[in-house]
Antibody
Framework: QVTLRESGPALVKPTQTLTLTCTFS??????????VSWIRQPPGKALEWLAR???????YYSTSLKTRLTISKDTSKNQVVLTMTNMDPVDTATYYC???????????WGQGTLVSVSS | QSALTQPPSASGSPGQSVTISCTGT?????????VSWYQQHPGKAPKLMIY???KRPSGVPDRFSGSKSGHTASLTVSGLQAEDEADYYC???????????FGTGTKVTVL
């Protein structure tokens, strides 16, 4: 059974750095073809893909956010970490981690974690 | 990378069919057979309903079907049921450097 769970602060201040952790089970990120992505959704708005890390440690970032994002993995802990610098109120959103494929299929999602950015 | 274009809303009565379009470009929908569709109920995480244009994951009813023509993909929900009322998002592979682009979302209402 594949599960993913996001954890991190519910509230961050503008200009601060957000660090989110995805803890997963039911698959291994050392298995060929496995990837984990972060996706966010502002309240009432559409989904936006942020970043992906692959089993071979290849990393991909949203073109519009790549200067602010860093994704990493700890295979032994079954965790993926996303950091986003210089947070702004427009970054207020529910952040999801998800198991993804190399060609777009996102088959398992975490429950999401709401992050608010406010002073 | 611009979002894929979906109609904001669609509706149908129970038992009827509804079709949602998802329009992209040659760099995404038109360039690859890697379109996915997700269903999202309020306050819940999205759920994969269709992948690779027309494939259904195990457990998804065959009332849900997908297709693609040129730069436009479509999701059809046949035999609408009350539980189908949700937001639906398409997504397409868009190349190795920016692998995922989502649609703008469509709210499906069962009348």
């Amino acid at each position: 059974q594949v599960t993913l769970r996001e954890s991190g602060p519910a509230l961050v201040k503008p200009t601060q750095t957000l660090t989110l952790t995805c803890t997963f089970s039911g698959f291994s990120l050392s298995t060929s073809g496995m990837c984990v992505s972060w996706i966010r959704q502002p309240p009432g708005k559409a989904l936006e893909w942020l970043a992906r890390i692959d089993w071979d440690d290849d990393k991909y970032y949203s073109t519009s956010l790549k200067t602010r994002l860093t994704i990493s993995k700890d295979t032994s802990k079954n965790q993926v970490v996303l950091t986003m610098t210089n947070m702004d109120p427009v970054d207020t959103a529910t952040y999801y981690c998800a198991r993804t494929g190399t060609t777009g299929k996102i088959d398992y999602w975490g429950q999401g974690t709401l992050v608010s950015v406010s002073s | 990378q611009s979002a894929l274009t979906q109609p904001p809303s669609a509706s149908g009565s129970p038992g009827q069919s509804v079709t949602i379009s998802c329009t992209g470009t040659s760099s995404d929908v038109g360039g690859y057979n890697y379109v996915s569709w997700y269903q999202q109920h309020p306050g819940k995480a999205p759920k994969l309903m269709i992948y690779e244009v027309s494939k259904r994951p195990s457990g998804v009813p065959d009332r849900f079907s997908g297709s693609k023509s040129g730069h436009t993909a479509s999701l059809t929900v046949s035999g609408l049921q009350a539980e189908d009322e949700a937001d639906y998002y398409c997504s397409s592979y868009a190349g190795s450097n920016n692998p995922y682009v989502f649609g703008t979302g469509t709210k499906v209402t069962v009348l």
